[in-house]
């Protein structure tokens, strides 16, 4: 599927045909044949293209922007105290030197720290139709995110299409990628998908904190400490060809999966080495 079938306008509907030969007729399926879906347990293909908003009570539309308003003062109180240290950063500076965009992707648990250090810079996030996402998405707007809407189980393709028309216009886009309810540290394909599509290259990352507080949430939510060190570790970017088959596109997804793992296990451990050993570690990341 090439960038211009993505880049289209949407109406409430069928989905577009463009869409439902990725849905149904791709050797790269997100959702499953109609034929499949009985037995799969996936839901009717037609989910990954209805991203409209669920309806709420007066009360729960309340809510919304109260808890939006309340968890961003809260990130730019705690996030103006924090010390960033950045690891493997020269990989996206090559990708831009191409003048290509990025596809970067990280676990739901991080998100604040990363909400505070890539505010402003335009990138578009990913985010799900539900109660939460929708307070979420209010979030990540007054940070200078944009936003798609879209999840592994409602619109995720619609979702999928307008990430590849932003990276068409020359927009990072971004996934939290075991969103945006779990199984936690399980990457969904999304972003291997759009890879594909795109020809952009994929960036996982991780932040660890010196000192967090770790919520009892799917995601185990880490809320860092006033004034903690932070640090965060990019891998080596991930390219998926453009006429790549299932095979190729699902061993991508598998190598974003160990890369996922071995950035966090770099970064939720870099405060409990030694200086020496932080300054190896150092030059390993940044070479």
Not at 117 to 130: A, D, I
Not at 175 to 181: E, K, L, N, S, V
Not at 270 to 281: I, T, V
Request: proline share 7%.
């Amino acid at each position: 599927m090439r960038p211009a079938e993505f880049g289209i306008a949407f109406t409430a509907g069928a989905p577009p045909e463009s869409l439902k030969r990725l849905a149904i007729g791709s050797p790269i399926l997100y959702a499953m044949p109609e034929s499949e879906k009985s037995t799969a347990g996936q839901p009717p293909p037609n989910t990954h293209f209805d991203a409209r908003l669920p309806k709420y009570s007066l009360w729960r539309r309340t809510q919304i922007p109260i808890i939006a308003a309340i968890v961003s003062v809260g990130v730019r109180l705690i996030g103006c105290t924090l010390r960033y240290e950045i690891l493997g950063w020269q990989h996206a500076e090559r990708i831009y030197a191409q003048q290509r965009r990025i596809i970067w992707t990280f676990w739901h648990c991080g998100i604040l720290g990363v909400l505070y250090w890539g505010r402003n810079r335009g990138v578009v996030v990913l985010h799900s139709t539900n109660f939460d996402g929708q307070w979420i998405g209010r979030i990540i707007k007054k940070f200078g995110f944009g936003t798609a809407l879209g999840s592994s189980t409602r619109g995720g393709l619609r979702g999928l299409a307008e990430l590849e028309q932003r990276l068409s216009e020359g927009r990072d886009v971004g996934f939290t990628i075991d969103g945006p309810r779990g199984p936690r540290f399980v990457a969904k394909p999304g972003p291997a998908i759009l890879a594909r599509s795109s020809g952009c290259p994929i960036e996982v990352f991780h932040v660890g904190y010196e000192h967090a507080k770790k919520l009892n949430t799917w995601d185990t939510l880490q809320i860092p400490r006033p004034f903690s060190r932070v640090v965060m570790i990019f891998a080596p970017p991930i390219e998926v060809p453009r006429d790549a088959d299932r095979e190729t596109v699902e061993a991508k997804h598998a190598e974003m999966q160990c890369e996922l793992e071995r950035v966090q296990s770099a970064a939720e451990s870099w405060f409990g080495l030694s200086e020496d050993e932080r300054r190896l570690a150092r030059e390993r990341w940044n070479a």
